[in-house]
């Protein structure tokens, strides 16, 4: 049974500290997204990669966030410095987009609960 | 596991009884949509998709309807059973050759009274 994992499922952290997330997508799958959700915000998209290369990262904090892809197998996610608005689960997804550049069925992960305190 | 307590609208159904969530969309060029379910704990569970060329699709137990002239699709859970209660988000999304443009609603919480 392909799931996305995950890691770690759960981080505290000082504000200031470094906090990189990764994901192992689905084999074969060939797109990635970052979410993260929020009370208040609800689900937003931070950053979304097709063939490992980043299409729109729009939605994440140029500043302190990146979201890289160093393989096929992994996608990361780093907040450097964090900071407790930063506080939330954080979600990876993957899935197969066709030559329409649609993508269709996202697989979600498990989520990355991360509170900086 | 992942969960969000979201302060969200509820819909409390009685066990057996049909269930209709709602969802009013944003875009008008949105060209394909989708149902997501959230169980406490888990990350969202696609559960069906409609592209704008069509106004109904159905699955098994779940019907989705788009109306796209008030922009509004809806979630039918035909029979609806305990191993419904969850968070049902719809998501929309304007399609790109280089970047599809993805937004998810805010959500609904499901209850199912026994």
């Known amino acids: 049974d392909a799931r996305v994992t995950q890691t770690p499922r759960h981080k505290v952290t000082e504000m200031g500290q470094e906090v990189t997330m990764r994901c192992q997508p689905i084999?074969?799958?060939?797109?990635v997204f970052w979410y993260r959700q929020t009370m208040m915000q609800g689900l937003e998209l931070l950053a979304y990669?097709?063939?490992?290369?980043?299409?729109?990262d729009s939605g994440m904090p140029k500043d302190r966030f990146s979201a890289e892809m160093p393989d096929a197998t992994l996608a990361t996610l780093k907040i450097q410095p964090s900071e407790p608005r930063d506080s939330a689960v954080y979600f990876c997804?993957?899935?197969?987009?066709?030559?329409?550049?649609?993508?269709?069925?996202?697989?979600f992960g498990p989520g990355t609960r991360l509170t900086v305190l | 596991g992942e969960s969000v307590g979201l302060h969200l609208p509820t819909l409390s159904v009685q066990e057996g009884d049909n269930s209709i969530i709602n969802c009013a969309y944003s875009?008008?060029?949105?060209?394909?949509f989708i149902w997501y379910k959230q169980e406490s704990g888990k990350g969202p569970q696609f559960i069906i998709d409609?592209?704008?060329?069509?106004d109904k699709r159905q699955g098994q137990r779940v019907t989705v309807l788009l109306n796209k002239t008030v922009k509004h699709l809806s979630l039918q859970i035909a029979a609806t059973q305990p191993g419904d209660s969850a968070v049902y988000f719809c998501?929309?999304?304007?399609?790109?050759?280089?970047?599809?443009?993805?937004?998810f609603g805010s959500g609904t919480r499901l209850s199912i009274r026994p």
């Open positions: 997804a993957s899935g197969l987009a066709g030559t329409s550049g649609v993508t269709d069925t996202q697989y």
């Open positions: 084999l074969g799958h060939n797109t």
């Open positions: 990669f097709r063939n490992r290369a980043p299409l729109d």
């Open positions: 875009n008008s060029a949105s060209d394909y």
């Open positions: 409609i592209r704008s060329n069509m």
């Open positions: 998501a929309e999304i304007v399609s790109h050759s280089s970047a599809s443009k993805i937004i």
